[in-house]
């Protein structure tokens, strides 16, 4: 019996989480049509946001198809962030979740890693983002690997933060709001890693999302331009 349960663990420890895809799967024409695709509809955020006069409102959905692409086109930048050890990042969207997937060859695991993230809107207009469920393959994710990324996003942070405060605002404005909201994103990674809720303001970027469905495959964003909140 016991040879038994160990392979019937072993199978689950390594099946590929529904809608994975390797990474061979993807090919260079659907990465570059579904890269444009999220370009596109990150225009229309940008449009909202360059709109001064708040008369541009926002309604984009974008699919995890056009993501995945995206983060393909640019795998080499986002493996820079990425622990060594985690390969093929992708997304998914459910009806409740967002879930994020890679393969990862750790000290302490070989399987697939899914992380099951439920962003809900409040009545104030922040987003709330929770870890509901974490598996390596189709077990529960050890928690050396949480450990560990939580880790590596801590160090990259740092490094990120010696690397602002050599950077002149004034100077390269661009370049310096950019990495400030880098270093948050990575900071509320580590903060999830730990099981801890993520708020997000958007309201700081000058951006208020009034309705935030999540679809079979899409996630659509509806808001406005709103005046940056003071302090921030």
């Known amino acids: 019996m016991a040879p038994l349960v160990l392979g019937v663990v072993w199978i689950l420890y390594k099946a590929a989480p529904p809608g994975y895809r390797s990474a061979s799967d993807f090919t260079t024409e659907e990465i570059e049509a579904q890269a444009a695709k999220f370009v596109s509809a990150s225009g229309q955020v940008l449009a909202t946001l360059a709109d001064e006069l ?89 928690n050396a690997i949480r450990q560990a990324m939580a880790e590596h996003f801590d160090q990259f942070v740092a490094r990120s933060e010696a690397r602002l405060q050599e950077m002149s605002r004034n100077e390269d404005r661009r370049s310096y709001n950019r990495l400030a909201t880098e270093i948050e994103f990575w900071r509320d990674a580590a903060q999830l890693c730990r099981g801890q809720e993520v708020t997000i303001d958007t309201r700081r970027y000058n951006l208020r999302i009034d309705e935030l469905e999540l679809a079979e495959h899409q996630l659509r964003l509806v808001g406005a331009r709103v005046p940056r909140q003071a302090g921030n």
């Open 54 to 142: 708040g008369q541009t409102p926002l309604d984009v959905t974008f699919t995890d198809a056009m993501i995945n692409g995206h983060l393909r086109a640019h795998s080499d930048h986002l493996e820079r962030r990425l622990p060594k050890w985690i390969s093929n990042p992708q997304v998914l969207f459910t009806e409740n979740d967002v879930v994020l997937m890679a393969q990862i060859r750790h000290e302490k695991a070989d399987t697939i890693l899914s992380i099951h993230l439920r962003p809900t809107r409040n009545d104030d207009g922040r987003i709330v983002v929770q870890i509901v469920d974490q598996k390596a393959g189709r077990l529960p994710l050890p």
